[in-house]
């Protein structure tokens, strides 16, 4: 069964830091992976989302994330944290058939001190 | 666009009462998901409506869960009686059928306390 996994449950960085999100799966096939993300009081919102082709993807927001088959991952990635970035962040892996379900890793609280 | 509507957005209910939560997905989004958080875990789906009909609903916990999509508009999940380990966050999602793959457009989530 396709499983993910967010092995930080919280992540404390500094504004104007680098940020990298960790996220490994477990999937037989080519995953059709994302990320999303909660702001307090908001609902989830697509980041970025990796199907096929090259393997580093570009979201919003400035955020990116790169695909790596060797390792099962797909770790979310930032140059610049911004304040306003404080907010919980979600990988899913697209599951079932058509991929029409979406598996949830338990998530990433991200704090920003100034 | 409007996006994806979920009312309440907060219930506390004692135990043993029904709750119905709603969502109102997109105009014209056939798809229609609903997952639960349970505190502290990750998002687990739960069922999937393709217009009125129920795609898959092999997350549902039990069946004091009830889902509808009446028309193929809007969509109620009832909770009936409800138990202290159903608290947690429910969200709604949407999306165009082929456009699964783009993403979903979740709601903002109705945070349901059972006490």
């Known amino acids: 069964a396709q499983s993910v996994t967010q092995p930080d449950i919280h992540i404390t960085v500094s504004e104007g830091a680098s940020l990298e999100l960790r996220c490994n799966y477990s999937y037989g096939a080519t995953p059709y992976l994302f990320w999303y993300v909660q702001s307090p009081g908001q609902g989830l919102q697509l980041l970025l989302k990796y199907f096929s082709g090259d393997t580093l993807v570009q979201g919003i927001k400035g955020f990116e994330a790169e695909f790596k088959r060797s390792q099962s991952s797909f770790n979310l990635r930032k140059p610049s944290v911004h304040w306003s970035d404080a907010a919980e962040y979600f990988c899913a892996v697209g599951a079932g058939t058509g991929f029409q379900k979406l598996v949830f890793g338990t998530g990433t609280r991200l704090l920003v001190s100034p | 666009e409007a996006g994806v509507t979920q009312f309440p957005s907060h219930s506390v209910i004692e135990k043993g009462q029904t709750v119905t939560l709603r969502c109102d997905p997109i105009s014209g989004h056939d798809n229609l998901y609903w997952y639960r958080r349970v505190m502290g875990k990750e998002i687990k789906f739960l069922l999937h409506f393709v217009k009125e009909s129920k795609q898959d609903e092999s997350g549902m916990p039990n069946n004091r869960f009830l889902a509808e999509r009446t028309g193929g508009t809007y969509s109620t999940l009832k909770v009936q009686p409800a138990e202290l380990e159903d608290s947690g966050v429910y969200f709604c999602?949407?999306?165009?059928?082929?456009?699964?793959?783009?993403?979903?457009?979740f709601g903002s989530g109705t945070r349901l306390t059972v006490v």
């Open positions: 999602a949407s999306s165009q059928v082929g456009g699964e793959n783009r993403g979903y457009t």
